[in-house]
């Protein structure tokens, strides 16, 4: 594992060749960064509980509908958490939700994903900076893209102690992660829930409180 200093602003951790962490400024800025921004944005309402920003208005189906098909085409999750000053860290995560990637997950998810659909699971090492940083404050952020498409959820992350549940969540291969395999005390599992959903796209942006 290389570390550098916190003068260079960042740190890497490598978690076994699978987790690269950043430090930033400000998460809103590094996922704005990325889509197109108008001089001007109106804010609305839509009469069906979606918030815009921008000039189309789109209702709760259509946020959930777009939103799934970034989660489900998008090669990495990014996932924010606040670090022990208080400060912005975010990091790559696998997206096990990407179709592409991980075809066996789909039944997992349909079987241990409820009411908004836009719940996540996240396996981490126990070890990891994310899991102490989460045990002080839970409130985190992911966000998603496919293009210049976007989906940023924010909610809370809680771990996972089901232990029949983590098994059935394991793959083959992740033992380059945690050696020891599914039981291994550096495997964890991370369950996120969403309480708003931000939808990106086409030069707006909708947003619905769950």
């Known amino acids: 594992m290389e570390r550098f200093s916190e003068e260079k602003k960042c740190s890497f951790f490598s978690e076994r060749g699978r987790e690269t962490a950043f430090s930033i400024g400000s998460v809103t800025a590094s996922i704005a960064g990325t889509i197109p921004n108008p001089a001007k944005r109106d804010e609305g309402k839509s009469a069906k509980g979606g918030r815009e920003y921008g000039r189309k208005i789109m209702d709760s189906a259509k946020v959930f ?32 939700r990407c179709e592409a990637q991980f075809p066996g997950l789909a039944e997992f998810f349909k079987k241990n994903v409820k009411s908004s659909g836009f719940d996540m699971f996240f396996t981490t090492n126990t070890s990891s900076r994310k899991m102490k940083q989460l045990k002080v404050n ?26 029949a549940l983590k098994e059935s969540l394991w793959q083959d291969g992740w033992e380059l992660y945690y050696p020891r395999g599914r039981k291994d005390p550096d495997y964890s599992v991370l369950k996120f829930t969403p309480k708003t959903v931000r939808l990106f796209g086409n030069l707006s942006v909708s947003e619905v409180e769950l």
């Open 65 to 96: 509908k777009g939103g799934m098909d970034i989660i489900k085409g998008a090669d990495t999750a990014y996932l924010a958490t606040i670090d022990e000053k208080g400060k912005p860290s975010v990091r790559a995560m696998l997206n096990l």
């Open 138 to 163: 839970n409130a985190c952020s992911i966000y998603y893209n496919v293009g210049y498409n976007g989906l940023e959820l924010n909610g809370k992350c809680e771990t996972v102690n089901d232990l």
